[in-house]
């Protein structure tokens, strides 16, 4: 009896941590969404960044919309689904957690392009970065869903009678086990997949640093006082892309060893509590990341907590 009491007040706090999680999220990619939204309309000009940024809010924003409404199906028992939502929630949900995988790769890519020397051979991509950029992701989008639509043969709605075949997805859905051809293949797909993106990533992520070491140098070779030089709209919007980059890469990290953890504990759910947390910490993270370089956002809320303090 103790230990179900200690059992329910467990997941019971990780209910409540994760729904307010959610809720900050939601909040900061909406805000942030709003802000590339009115810069677009009224904005004199606009950053080559701006559009994946923007991007990236709106899917994270839909990701956390759909992860709020599954994770209801996890956390409070009702089974009040069928095939078609289960389908439909759990495909929506994969497909845009690849889309966020794309655009933040890609979007490393396009900071690296900006900040390269007018020398290099990226700088004669500057101006057609945009277009690629958005070749790149609608090819990947469209590679992924195809990868991905397994998961509208295998998701279905939870049978009543109790088999130990179904791997658990929520109350209401369950997946049935493919053959360990298939299993194999969309694995090896999805390995390429990822790998070829965070190789980008980090590729474009080392370039970044070393450009900006070496701009490090020359200012301090330049500079006859000990203050350090101001930096460049272009330099801080590339700090917080590596700051996104270096926790993008944790956070991936922290699944891989937790997917392999559930594999040898298969029937402890505090392992799959703990992974769908980690699996949306980079898009509640990343608004605030972004917004924190924005100098019209924080003079905005700066101004707007001075109001709050002084009513």
Not at 11 to 38: A, E, M
Not at 93 to 118: D, E, K, M, W, Y
Request: with cysteine; charged share 15%.
């Amino acid at each position: 009896m103790m230990n179900k009491n200690i059992r329910f007040h467990t997941d019971s706090d990780i209910r409540n941590t994760f729904f307010s999680k959610i809720g900050i999220g939601i909040s900061g990619n909406s805000f942030l969404l709003l802000f590339h939204i009115l810069k677009f309309i009224h904005g004199p000009r606009s950053r080559l960044t701006d559009l994946p940024i923007g991007l990236l809010s709106l899917i994270h924003l839909l990701m956390l919309l759909i992860m709020a409404f599954i994770a209801t199906d996890i956390f409070i028992s009702w089974r009040g689904w069928d095939d078609l939502t289960c389908k439909f929630l759990v495909y929506l949900h994969r497909i845009l957690r690849g889309f966020s995988l794309c655009t933040t790769s890609l979007l490393s890519v396009l900071q690296a392009t900006i900040l390269s020397p007018r020398s290099s051979s990226l700088a004669k991509f500057k101006h057609k970065s945009p277009h690629h950029i958005s070749c790149a992701i609608l090819l990947l989008s469209v590679l992924y869903m195809l990868i991905s639509s397994r998961l509208l043969l295998s998701v279905i709605a939870t049978p009543n009678l109790t088999m130990n075949d179904f791997i658990y997805v929520t109350q209401s859905c369950s997946s049935l086990p493919l053959s360990h051809l298939m299993q194999s293949m969309f694995t090896t797909l999805l390995a390429i997949r990822d790998v070829f993106l965070i190789s980008l990533m980090v590729l474009s992520t080392w370039y970044m640093v070393a450009l900006l070491c070496r701009h490090r140098k020359q200012a301090q070779h330049l500079q006859s006082t000990r203050l350090s030089p101001k930096a460049s709209p272009e330099q801080r919007a590339t700090q917080t892309i590596l700051m996104l980059m270096s926790f993008f890469v944790l956070m991936s990290i922290f699944d891989s060893i937790i997917s392999c953890s559930r594999t040898m504990f298969l029937s402890d759910p505090t392992s799959y509590y703990i992974q769908i947390f980690v699996i949306h910490m980079y898009a509640t993270v990343s608004p605030f990341v972004f917004m924190s370089s924005e100098k019209h956002i924080v003079n905005f809320l700066r101004s707007l907590c001075k109001r709050v303090i002084n009513v």
